[in-house]
Each structure stands twice: as C-alpha cells, then as structure tokens.
C-alpha cells in the first residue's frame, strides 16, 4: 500500500482556496519532487501532508504508524533561546549519542554535536535539519525547500545528500523545489502544481507537457535545457525565472 | 513553627516559591516573544482582584479566573491575525483601568490597592504561603511534564505536527501556567511587576547558558538572589520590597550584559 494517499484534497486558508481537487499517492522508496510558482499551494501540501493544515475536504490517508521526518522550509531560532546541536536532536524525543552520532554522519554533519544552532552556517543549519528527521528512522522524508539561502554548490551537495540517504534507509522523499534542474536530475516523479495537479510523471514527461511550460516558459526544451545552461552560471540566483529572462 | 512566625521567612519563602515557577516559565515568555502577553495577563489580575472583593470570595480565585480569561483572548486573538502589539496595548492597560475604577467602586471594603500594584511580601501569612506554593509546584510540575513537546512548539510548529505534538494545545499549556504564576505573584511582587520576575532573570540567565535547561536553571539561582538581596535591600534601606526585588534583578541583568560585551559574542 502506498505510504500516503491523499484523495480529493480541498484546503481553504483565509477564505481562499489554495488547493483544490488534490489526487495524490506516494509510494515506499520513490523521490517525488513538486514543483510550482509561488503561492501554488506547493507548502500547503506539505503541511496538510505532516497534519500541520487541516483539509476542507477530501481526505488524507496515512500508512498506520508511518515513520515520518520533516525538514522545515526556515527553522528561525529565536536569538534568546540557546540550543546546541546535541540537544535539538533530543527534541521531541530523547535518543542515545550513539543514535544522534550516526543521524549527524548520515546527513553529512559529523564533528557539529557541541555547536550552537544559531552559530551554524546555512549549510550546516540544513543538514541538522536532515540529521533530525532521519532519527525516527523514516519511511517518509518530507523536505520544504530545505536548500534555500544555500548558493548553488551547497544546494547540489545537499541534494546529493539526500539521495544518498534514500539509497541508504530505503525511504520515500517527497520534496518541494525551486531548483528545476537539480529537480530533473535526482527525481523518479515529478508533480507541476498551481492549486491543483497541472501534470505528474518522470520528469522528461513532464518537463514536455504543456501544462508545465505553461508555467515554466517554453524556453528551449524547459528545465533539462536550464540544466545545461546553468554550468556557464555561477553568480547568485534567486529562481530559474530569472535565467530563463536572460536567455 | 517557630520558623514560619518570623516574617521575614515567610517572605523569603514566598518569594523563592514564585521564583521557582516564574523563573522557568520566563523562559519560554522570553523564547517566545510574549513579555508583553504576560504583561496583559498581569494587568487583568487587578479586575479579578475588584471582583473577588466585590462577590467576597478569594482573591486568589478571582485573579486566576480573570488572567485565564484574559489569557485564553489573547491567545486565541492572536492565532487569527492582529496586530499582536497594538492588540495587547489595548487590552493590557484597559483591564488595569476597568480594574482600578472597579476597586473605587467597592463600598465598604477598604481596598489597600498598593498592595496588589506593587505586593505585600512582607505581609505573607501561612496560609498565603501554602497557596503559593501549591501554585508553584503546580506550574512546575506542568513544565515538567510538557517540556519537550513546548519546546518543540516554541522552536517551530510544523516541526511540532509532524511529531505529532499539537502546538495549540502546548499553546494553552503555556496560557494556563502564566495565569497561575500571575494568581500566585500578585501577593509578592503585585500585578504591575511581575512581568519583571518573568522576563529579568531569564534574560540575565541567557549569556550563561547553552541549552534550555540550563537557562532555566540559571534564572532560577538569579531569581532566588533577587529575592534575597531585594529583601535584605529593604531591611536596610526600609524600600518598598516588591519594587526592591526587581530592582536586584535588574541590576544583575545590567551585571551579566557587561559579562556578555567582555566575553565578546561567541555565544551569539
């Protein structure tokens, strides 16, 4: 059975409708990656996903005691309140050092235990995020734009970590992301949201149809050729959008 | 009893009860942002005080039911978008102004309104004490028991949903201890400063701590010195003591804010 299943999906925030009509099931062991503009309802899901957002109506289907770990879009640390990185893992559950050592070299944050959250660079703010949710042991990774505020090598070694960590617990990984290219790259499916479902599939499939260009531009051949363009690109970026205004 | 007939242990021990849960509930008033929804809290306490007075039943039972009350707005208000600040600008000091007309309105009682702006420590009996610490171990025993599901809310609360805690809930955990702690400060240090108890020793406490725990730990020594020097300041100087405990705290903040600058900022 599939780890989540989520029929008929309708969430209203503030009187609007942000998601509507939402069909959707993620499997054991797949990367499901979702993209969309900005205020496509893209964290909406997620949140109702994690149970943070209430649907409207429709419903949403859990695997009885799924395993589930969480990377947040932002974790803001109020300046006031100390916390090493040790004792963040200790939230909400306790776990042994041994148990915390491995999550860190797993999510690529080994020698950081002693730290202090707030003295973290973005980078390593994001992979005691992972190292968190990999403590349940997840069968679902739910990530929201885990890599933002990270420049473009960060991101991709993120990503890289992330696939690794699918490779090495066997988990699903549903993810958002702005970064169309790396999206293409490490997805088995990808899902074009505004609202609702535009298109789902393989990321080739979707990367043609023309709902997604719609979104994303037609350009030369959408995200794959942004792929490609982006190698001559290192100076900072914010979105794809931005890229394909330069072409 | 013996002990217990001197007055001065007696406001010793009154102090160091309330210290005990303000100290570590400060905290996440701190972590949180919410001195001035404790403010607010502390405010509605002098209307509770006017109605007990006025339907003659305890005083203590009055300020609990209205800084719930009040309490339970503020948080709910606050879950649907207002400007927070204004918002609480308003409701903070007009409870306090209902409150003050509606003691004036009391005939027949004579209201020393003072001593619950500014508290009667001195003036502790045994039975005072038992409530608060009963009050206290109360709070206590709520943090306790809470600790790890509210510090993940106050961290984040999407980070809280998907562990399945349910941040309102920890929410109201947070609400009903903070009028607990008002009912209980209101005979030590009075409505308008406890707000002070709250947030004063778990900011000095900050620049000493690496984790929550000890931050609470250390506003809770911090809080205690401040009640004993406040105290001992009064003697001497024959101040009013509520006033007195808080001027220790804030001297000690002063202390440990010019620690901090000396350390540099590696604790960020």
Redesign the interface.
């Not at chain 1, 640390?77 to 100390?82: K, S």
């Given at each position: 059975m599939s780890l989540v299943e989520i029929s008929g999906l309708n969430v209203q925030l503030?009187g609007n409708t942000v998601l509507h009509h939402v069909n959707l099931h993620i499997n054991a062991g797949e990367i499901v990656t979702i993209v969309g503009p900005n205020g496509s309802g893209k964290s909406t899901l997620l949140?109702a996903i994690?149970?943070?957002v209430q649907p409207s109506s429709g419903t949403i289907t859990r695997k009885p005691g799924l395993r589930?770990?969480?990377v947040?879009q932002k974790?803001?640390?109020?300046?006031?309140?100390?916390?090493?990185v040790r004792?963040?893992l200790?939230?909400?559950?306790?776990v042994s050092d041994a148990t915390a050592e491995a999550a860190l070299a797993d999510a690529g944050a080994g020698a950081l235990t002693g730290r202090?959250m707030?003295?973290l660079s973005g980078g390593q703010f994001q992979r005691v995020l992972l190292a968190r949710a990999l403590l349940s042991r997840p069968e679902l990774l739910?990530l929201d734009e885990a890599t933002q505020g990270l420049d473009q090598p960060g991101s991709a070694a993120f990503y890289q970590k992330i696939a690794d960590v699918r490779d090495h617990l066997g988990c699903a990984v549903l993810m958002v992301s702005h970064e169309l290219h790396v999206v293409m790259a490490a997805s088995d499916r990808v899902i074009c949201l505004n609202g609702h479902i535009c298109c789902q599939g393989e990321p080739e499939h979707v990367a043609s149809a023309p709902e997604y260009r719609a979104l994303f531009g037609t350009g030369t051949g959408g995200a794959l050729a942004l792929y490609r363009h982006e190698h001559g690109h290192n100076h900072d970026h914010d979105h794809d959008h931005d890229h394909e205004a330069a072409e | 009893m013996t002990l217990l007939d001197d007055f001065l242990v007696r406001a010793t021990l009154a102090g160091l009860g309330l210290v005990m849960a303000a100290a570590p509930l400060g905290c996440f008033v701190v972590w949180r942002r919410m001195a001035y929804f404790g403010d607010a809290t502390a405010h509605a306490a002098i209307l509770g005080v006017a109605l007990a007075l006025a339907f003659d039943t305890s005083v203590f039972g009055g300020v609990l039911v209205v800084s719930l009350l009040m309490a339970f707005t503020v948080s709910t208000l606050s879950n649907r978008g207002y400007a927070m600040d204004t918002l609480l600008g308003v409701m903070a000091h007009s409870a306090l102004a209902f409150g003050l007309v509606a003691v004036s309105f009391l005939q027949g009682v004579r209201v020393d309104l003072m001593a619950y702006l500014f508290g009667d420590i001195l003036a502790v009996g045994i039975a005072d004490l038992a409530v608060i610490w009963g009050g206290a171990a109360l709070v206590i025993a709520l943090l306790w028991w809470r600790w790890s599901a509210l510090l993940t809310a106050t961290l984040n609360p999407d980070l809280a949903y998907a562990a399945g805690i349910d941040p309102r809930r920890e929410q109201l955990v947070l609400t009903l201890a903070l009028a607990l702690v008002v009912a209980v400060a209101i005979k030590v240090v009075g409505v308008l400063l406890i707000a002070a108890m709250l947030i004063v020793p778990a900011a000095t406490a900050r620049p000493f701590a690496g984790t929550p725990e000890r931050m609470a730990l250390a506003a809770t020594i911090i809080g205690a010195v401040s009640v004993i020097g406040g105290l001992q300041a009064s003697l001497v100087w024959d101040s009013p003591t509520g006033p007195s405990i808080v001027c220790v705290a804030a001297i000690l903040f002063v202390l440990s804010s010019a620690v901090r600058g000396l350390l540099g900022n590696s604790r960020g």
């Open positions: 503030g949140r994690i149970g943070a589930l770990g969480y947040p974790l803001h640390i109020d300046p006031t309140l100390p916390m090493t004792r963040f200790d939230l909400p559950i306790r202090q707030s003295g739910v | -």
